[in-house]
């Protein structure tokens, strides 16, 4: 081992003659540093490189060897410094004590140079074990964490292209599900504190929610493009079927479920939102017509903000509706087809529904795409 790699040794006494002992003893197999008193001892071991392992006298002024370890303990950027107290106090209350406050070993004075030696290179040996594994954990940690954050991004990428999936096929403007996700992150927040929402809406909730929303119209994959593409009004048995979009993506969501073989607690929630989001507070909505707090929060929360991004994005068959005008229709609705909180959060978030919009807005050229495929699909020009 180079001179530059040995192991640093701290040696701290308040009398020289022992200091001189030790570092002659040392100092042919360890880079070696000397303190006189505690807080020298404790400047050093806090400087760079600090030493590997500390040799402390206990019997000093001012601060004794106790008060020393105890601080050196006490403190994340010393505490695995393995020290070996080397003192004349020989008494067992006196090994007792220096061992519960933190130090590996107690060795008394006066010493024997091949028991010191033998110690203080077992105790170096056992610190390199311990930096290595805790080294090791550290990385294996960070590993975790990165591969974690790799396999959520390509679940959100994967959950992106599904919905866009959907939404190629649908009239809607190409960025609706930014803007419903956004909106729905807003009026989650602003009610996670409401004594009515509290107990649903915590910070994973809340991820959970906006993870999951952009699958809300996943089923509309399964509604014809005649009824789909239509840009007038469905009849009777044509919003029937539209209805089922529903159903088709509660569906296929649980078929997920199902491959995976485990329970996954966003794919729960995406669920209920494709299920839930056509319900109405009065129980005039669709698949099962339920009403007020039967309907699931999530559904709740993305009903209005699928209205309100309805209502305001233009499709090729309409202009979209100004803000103003698409607040009062979300107001109107108040009490029967939207909970009245939600709205009176979504009143409260106007300015932030608004800047969502303008930052998240479609251009010219995807309502040109959107007109394109329409008109391939159901000859509508």
């Not at 410094?81 to 209350?93: G, M, N, Q, S, Y």
Request: glycine share 6%.
């Amino acid at each position: 081992m180079t001179e530059d790699m040995r192991p640093i040794i701290l040696v701290v006494d308040d009398t020289p003659d022992n200091l001189k002992i030790m570092s002659a003893l040392l100092k042919d197999r360890y880079r070696i540093k000397i303190a006189n008193s505690g807080e020298k001892a404790l400047s050093i071991a806090l400087s760079d490189p600090a030493p590997d392992l500390i040799l402390l006298d206990i019997m000093m002024p001012e601060m004794d060897g106790y008060d020393v370890c105890r601080r050196l303990k006490a403190d994340r950027r010393t505490g695995d410094i393995p020290v070996i107290f080397l003192t004349a106090k020989a008494e067992v209350a006196d090994e007792e004590n220096g061992l519960k406050l933190g130090a590996v070993d107690y060795i008394t004075k006066p010493i024997s140079p091949p028991i010191v030696l033998a110690r203080v290179e077992t105790h170096l040996a056992l610190k390199a074990s311990s930096d290595f594994l805790r080294d090791k954990a550290a990385y294996l940690e960070a590993e975790v964490a990165r591969r974690t954050r790799e396999i959520t991004a390509i679940q959100d990428v994967t959950i992106l292209t599904l919905a866009s999936l959907a939404e190629t096929r649908d009239s809607d403007t190409g960025n609706h599900i930014r803007r419903t996700q956004h909106y729905v992150n807003e009026l989650a927040n602003k009610l996670k504190d409401h004594p009515r929402f509290k107990d649903h809406l915590d910070e994973a909730r809340i991820a959970m929610l906006v993870k999951s929303a952009p699958l809300h119209d996943i089923g509309k994959v399964g509604i014809p493009d005649r009824i789909l593409m239509k840009p007038g009004r469905f009849t009777a048995e044509e919003f029937e079927i539209m209805k089922t979009h529903t159903t088709l993506g509660r569906d296929a969501i649980a078929h997920a479920e199902e491959a995976l073989g485990i329970p996954v607690a966003f794919l729960a929630c995406a669920k209920e939102i494709a299920y839930g989001h056509q319900e109405k507070w009065d129980g005039s909505g669709y698949p099962e017509g339920i009403e007020g707090d039967h309907i699931p929060v999530s559904a709740r929360l993305m009903a209005v903000a699928d209205v309100y991004d309805a209502l305001i994005s233009r499709r090729v068959y309409k202009d979209g509706m100004p803000h103003e005008k698409a607040v009062g229709v979300i107001r109107e609705g108040r009490g029967s087809h939207f909970d009245p909180d939600i709205v009176d959060a979504f009143l409260a978030l106007e300015t932030e529904f608004l800047a969502i919009a303008a930052r998240y807005s479609d251009g010219d050229k995807e309502l040109a795409r959107k007109r394109d495929y329409l008109e391939q699909a159901v000859g509508t020009p």
